[in-house]
């Protein structure tokens, strides 16, 4: 299980890393060919096709839950759930694309002309960019369904293709016809293969399985998925608004300065929370697979937290230790003297943050995605009071360690409603999670006193040495 746990977080990760990397190489060329203006609404663009995620209301996770529950008991519904579940997330995704039309329609025609684009060339990208939201829903639903089977060596082939192309066909697109049209048909057409593919791949699993249910059975299947989903909106609302909100409240309150101090430290750091998602969507379908099995569910949650530990400890540690030689080299040291403090807050927050998401998919996997609604409507309220009030008192610095107190209350509550659905979380792996993030805090300590760098490399070091052990030992008694 470990084994399979560890291969699975691995494909995730690198389906992720890739077309980062791609990015990369990719975005100063669009700069060169569209200019800053029109790369700076193409840069939006690819930020709403994330957000047009939300408009599946769910329901990709939610057929990933009812797919990796019939996997290990009832194979044969297995079809029918796709089939009303992709039905679901391709009308959601033709209401998105009317949503994004409309949305459009009612902006000030002159907001439109001052931003420098011409306005029938913008006409025609919003056109192309809301035909883009059907394939960003469909193509989220079939690989939901592709990771419920467990396939995620495939989900991760199928979405290179396509996160790749989404950086690289705007591009290729741009250098024939310069044009903010042109950029966003390049995004569509990227979408667009990558639902094909995926349409393909999922078609090849679902010939596979037994057809025993009848098409009847979709209305039944739709109303479960329905109220799974709608539980998990919340969550998929409220998430990203807590972690954005941040930004807003520090640019009202306090300074522009500040928020570049912010968010330099919360978007390097944060790129590291791509493990614990991979780790988490990874151990998601094997949950859900268990069907209470407490004794396999115990073992699943285990793995997944020793193997984000041994990951995440090392790293954090890295973060809070290393936090003014890595902004001093990426952006320069009069930036790394002010963003210090900021930053090694911020790799306790985001180290708490990880190990929730375990505890987070387990309470999910197990039928309750309402438990985690209810963890993110409790701590709203009271992380905009935290925020408002350290960030008058501490500054920058305040604003951090309210992100990271969130991230804390974030995990106790969800450990609290793991127990309360029958799934608690061993009270030795509590511990551990304890032992650790203590340790992280020392770390962040410790950077404020100017360490040798050669210390610093030791205590790393030394730590991935202690994460691994656990992990060590469960291959040492296999062996014997």
Known sequence: MLKRLAGDSIWNIVGQAIPALVAL??????????????????????????????????????LTHSVASANSGDPASIPSRIRGGLKLVALLGMIGALVTLIAYACLPKALVASKGIAPAEVNLAIWALAATVPTVTLTQGMRGAIEGLGLFRKSNLLRLPQGTLTFLLPWLVSLFTPTLFGAMAGLFAARLVGAVLFAIGLDQEVRKLPHAHPKEQDKADIRSLLRYGGWLSVSNILSPVMTTLDRFVIAAKATLAAVSVYSICLDLIGKSLMVPAAISNAAFPKLAGARGDLVQIREITTHAIELLILVFLPLSAFFALFSTDIISLWIGADMAARAHGVMSVLAVGIFINALAHIPFALVQAVGRPDLTASAHLIEAIPYVAMLFLLLAHFGVEGAAAAWAIRAALDLVLLLYFASRAGVPVSSALVAKMGATTAVVIACAGLSQLALPISWRITIVLGLCLVAAAPLMHHRVLRFR
């Open 25 to 62: 190489a990719v975005i100063p060329q669009l700069v060169r060919v569209l200019g800053e203006t029109r790369f700076g609404a193409l840069s939006l663009a690819w930020a709403l096709v994330g957000f047009f995620g939300l408009f599946d209301f769910g329901l990709s996770r939610s």
